[in-house]
C-alpha cells in the first residue's frame, strides 16, 4: 500500500477521534463572554488559571499521578513473573490462571463495590490513596498477565535457553535476559493500566471522601454542580486533566506500538 493510500484511509479515522479532542482544547482558551459566537475574537488562559485555582484540579491531578503510576508499578511487578511462569515454565494450571485472570476481568465494578467497600473499611484503608491502589491492582492484573503472557511467548524461546546454558536460573535468565527484551510488552501493559486507574470513576467516588484526596474523575465529575464555574472553565480543566496521560502515551508511542503487534507473526 503507497503511503497516499494509507493516508487516505487513515485521514477519516484520525479526523473522527481528534476534532472532538482539538474543539474541546479550543474551547478551553474561548473567554467566557464569547461563547455564543461561532469564534472567538481573542485566545485567554485565564480558563486554566481559574480551573487550577479552583476545584481543587491542581491536588485532584497529583492524586491520580500517584495512583495510576503505583497500580501500574504493582500491576507489572505481579503479572510479569506470573506471564513469565506461563509462557516459559510451562507451570501446571498455566491455562485455567489464565482463564481465571479473564473471568475476573469480566466482572463489572458495580458488582464488587459494596464487598470491596467492607473490606477496605475493615483494614481501615477506606478514604486513602492506598486503598484505592488495591482494587485498581486486582482488577489490572489480568489484563497485564493476558498482555505480558503474549509478549514472553513471542520472544525466542533459544535466548532462554542460551541463559540456562550460562548458568544462570530461570529467575536469573528472567531478569537479566527476557525481561529487557520484554519492555515494549511492559509499556503497552503498563499504559492500559495506567489509563484505567486515571479515568476510573466508581471507585474512586465510593471509596475517597475527603476532597483533598479526590482523583482526576471525582473532581471533574463534581466541577460543574458544586463550584458553578462557566463551561469554558470546565472544558479548560477536561484539558489539564487530560494533558498527562496524553504527552504519556505520545512518549511511549514506539514502544506501545511495538508491544501491540508482539507475537503478531511468528517466527
Known amino acids: 500500500m503507497s503511503p497516499r493510500s494509507a493516508w487516505t484511509i487513515a485521514l477519516p479515522y484520525l479526523a473522527f477521534f481528534l476534532l472532538p479532542l ?3 482544547a479550543l474551547t478551553s482558551f474561548w473567554p467566557d463572554a464569547e461563547l455564543a459566537r461561532p469564534l472567538p475574537s481573542h485566545l485567554t488562559l485565564e480558563n486554566h ?9 491542581a491536588r485532584a491531578v497529583l492524586n491520580s499521578l500517584l495512583v495510576s503510576g503505583a497500580t501500574a508499578a504493582l500491576a507489572l511487578a505481579l503479572a510479569a513473573p ?4 506461563v509462557a516459559r515454565l510451562g507451570v501446571r494450571g498455566g491455562r485455567a490462571l489464565l482463564g481465571g485472570a479473564l473471568a475476573i476481568s469480566m466482572f463489572p465494578p458495580i458488582a464488587t463495590a459494596a464487598p470491596l467497600y467492607t473490606a477496605l473499611r475493615a483494614a481501615r484503608l ?3 490513596l492506598p486503598g484505592l491502589v488495591v482494587p485498581y491492582t486486582s482488577f489490572s492484573v489480568p489484563l497485564a498477565l493476558w498482555l505480558l503472557t503474549g509478549t514472553f511467548r513471542a520472544l525466542p524461546v533459544e535466548l532462554y535457553r542460551a541463559a540456562r546454558v550460562d548458568g ?14 520484554a519492555a515494549p510488552g511492559l509499556a503497552t501493559a503498563g499504559l492500559l493500566v495506567f489509563v484505567f ?3 476510573e470513576l466508581l471507585y474512586a467516588v465510593t471509596f475517597l471522601t475527603s476532597p483533598s484526596r479526590r482523583t482526576v474523575p471525582v473532581a471533574l465529575a463534581l466541577f460543574g454542580g458544586e463550584f458553578r464555574d462557566p463551561f469554558v472553565v470546565l472544558a ?22 511495538a508491544g501491540l503487534t508482539a507475537g503478531a507473526v511468528k517466527g
Open 126 to 128: 477506606l478514604d486513602t
Open 168 to 181: 544462570c536460573t530461570p529467575l536469573g535468565a528472567f531478569r537479566r535476559v527476557l525481561l529487557p527484551l
Open 236 to 257: 479548560a480543566a477536561s484539558t489539564l486533566a487530560t494533558a498527562p496521560v496524553v504527552a504519556i502515551a505520545v512518549l511511549f508511542q514506539r514502544r506501545v506500538v
Open 49 to 57: 488559571a481559574a480551573a487550577l485555582s479552583g476545584g481543587g484540579l
Open 22 to 24: 482539538g474543539w474541546l
Open 197 to 199: 486507574a486515571w479515568n
Open 82 to 85: 506470573a506471564a513469565f511462569a
